[in-house]
């Protein structure tokens, strides 16, 4: 079983990101308002090197993937700022699927450019519009027809597919769910307008439609063997689960902090017997939210099923950050539904973890 006690370079990565998160939590208003990533976002998020040291050295990087870092980095980031924690790691959209489970050529081909000191920005795009929305049963499809995958479908909540060079498309290929690289460019690729959502304004995503897109068949992630779709929506839900876990307690921290300065009647409202009961559940929620992320990056790195797991995180640790974030705008009454404080930011940005699938992965 794993250990409570992160190691030396785990903590030096933590510590890394707690300091990013206080950048990030300066500017997020500023961007949340323009609707944009701010300007030094990426850039400060490569100088935590944490994809690099993801990826071997035969490919560009540095280092071997662990689940359970970048969960580690990933609350911190997000206790900072939620569109900025997903900014930081749009790269891996693109580049962890491949490290994952692409071909060697693949991996040879593309993997460098994210090693870089450079941004460059990953895309993918699971999610589709519907209520019966199933990613284990997409209405996106592809066919394999004179040696090229033809997709046809239209997506949504897909980050960054305007500036990503590469695009990893998920489609249903004879009924089971496949990944296909799809590069900027290509016939029959478009990208719409960038959606105007209530919540992650300054993380931009994109509608997607694909009519008869056609690419190689080298295009297909994994090449003719695929690749484990499972593992990857588990990585992916444990990413959102870890970030729904630092907006919780961004919410948390924030409320408590406003509660005990706040005075009414006399008193502070962090005296009032009630409010500091609910403040000790949300508390325990948010680290038990915690343990399950924990539990399934661990199952995640040591090649056991965490379907199971990585569900159950996500799910529990999405309802925590929404009940947590709805707790602290009623906390700070009046103030908590004004832009003046952070807590109403909080709960639009809360409110996509029970929405959205695919938008991140560790």
């Given at each position: 079983m794993y250990s409570f006690e992160p190691t030396e370079d785990q903590q030096i990565v933590i510590t890394a990101a707690k300091k990013l998160a206080e950048k990030f939590r300066t500017g997020m208003?500023?961007?949340?308002?323009?609707?944009?990533?701010?300007?030094?976002?990426?850039?400060?998020?490569?100088?935590?090197?944490?994809?690099?040291?993801?990826?071997?050295?035969?490919?560009?990087?540095?280092?071997?993937?662990?689940?359970?870092?970048?969960?580690?980095?990933s609350e911190e980031l997000a206790f900072g700022d939620l569109a900025a924690a997903l900014v930081v790691a749009a790269p891996n959209l693109t580049a962890l699927p491949i490290l994952y489970g692409g071909t060697e050529e693949q991996k040879t081909e593309l993997l460098a450019a994210y090693c870089d000191e450079s941004y460059v920005p990953g895309s993918a795009a699971l999610m589709e519009t519907g209520i019966d929305f199933n990613p284990y049963a997409l209405k996106t499809v592809a066919v394999l027809k004179d040696g090229c995958y033809v997709l046809n479908g239209v997506k949504c909540n897909v980050p960054y597919a305007a500036e990503s060079e590469w695009v990893l498309v998920y489609a249903a290929l004879d009924g089971a769910t496949q990944g296909f690289l799809v590069k900027q460019g290509t016939p029959g690729f478009t990208v719409k307008e960038r959606e105007e959502n209530v919540g992650l304004c300054a993380f931009p995503m994109y509608s997607v439609e694909l009519k008869d897109c056609a690419i190689p068949a080298s295009q297909r992630l994994g090449g003719e063997q695929g690749c484990d779709f499972p593992f990857l929506l588990n990585a992916s839900r444990v990413a959102l689960a870890a970030m729904a876990v630092g907006v919780a307690r961004a919410s948390l921290e924030y409320s408590i902090d406003y509660a005990k300065q706040r005075k009414v009647f006399g008193?502070?409202?962090?005296?009032?017997?009630?409010?500091?009961?609910?403040?000790?559940?949300?508390?325990?929620?948010?680290?038990?939210?915690?343990?399950?992320?924990?539990?399934?990056?661990?199952?995640?790195?040591?090649?056991?099923?965490?379907?199971?797991?990585?569900?159950?995180a996500k799910n529990f640790a999405g309802d925590v950050a929404l009940s947590a974030a709805d707790r602290a705008?009623?906390?700070?009454?009046?103030?908590?539904?004004?832009?003046?404080?952070?807590?109403?930011?909080w709960l639009r940005n809360a409110r996509g973890f029970a929405i959205m699938e695919g938008i991140a992965i560790i």
């Amino acid at each position: 079983m794993y250990s409570f006690e992160p190691t030396e370079d785990q903590q030096i990565v933590i510590t890394a990101a707690k300091k990013l998160a206080e950048k990030f939590r300066t500017g997020m208003r500023e961007a949340d308002d323009a609707r944009e990533p701010a300007a030094d976002w990426p850039a400060a998020g490569m100088e935590l090197c944490l994809l690099p040291a993801s990826i071997p050295e035969q490919y560009g990087g540095f280092g071997e993937p662990s689940t359970i870092t970048w969960a580690l980095a990933s609350e911190e980031l997000a206790f900072g700022d939620l569109a900025a924690a997903l900014v930081v790691a749009a790269p891996n959209l693109t580049a962890l699927p491949i490290l994952y489970g692409g071909t060697e050529e693949q991996k040879t081909e593309l993997l460098a450019a994210y090693c870089d000191e450079s941004y460059v920005p990953g895309s993918a795009a699971l999610m589709e519009t519907g209520i019966d929305f199933n990613p284990y049963a997409l209405k996106t499809v592809a066919v394999l027809k004179d040696g090229c995958y033809v997709l046809n479908g239209v997506k949504c909540n897909v980050p960054y597919a305007a500036e990503s060079e590469w695009v990893l498309v998920y489609a249903a290929l004879d009924g089971a769910t496949q990944g296909f690289l799809v590069k900027q460019g290509t016939p029959g690729f478009t990208v719409k307008e960038r959606e105007e959502n209530v919540g992650l304004c300054a993380f931009p995503m994109y509608s997607v439609e694909l009519k008869d897109c056609a690419i190689p068949a080298s295009q297909r992630l994994g090449g003719e063997q695929g690749c484990d779709f499972p593992f990857l929506l588990n990585a992916s839900r444990v990413a959102l689960a870890a970030m729904a876990v630092g907006v919780a307690r961004a919410s948390l921290e924030y409320s408590i902090d406003y509660a005990k300065q706040r005075k009414v009647f006399g008193e502070a409202l962090a005296q009032r017997q009630s409010l500091a009961f609910k403040f000790a559940e949300f508390a325990t929620d948010i680290d038990a939210a915690r343990m399950l992320v924990w539990q399934a990056a661990w199952e995640l790195d040591n090649g056991k099923d965490a379907t199971e797991s990585a569900y159950l995180a996500k799910n529990f640790a999405g309802d925590v950050a929404l009940s947590a974030a709805d707790r602290a705008v009623q906390v700070l009454g009046g103030y908590g539904y004004t832009r003046d404080f952070p807590a109403e930011l909080w709960l639009r940005n809360a409110r996509g973890f029970a929405i959205m699938e695919g938008i991140a992965i560790i």
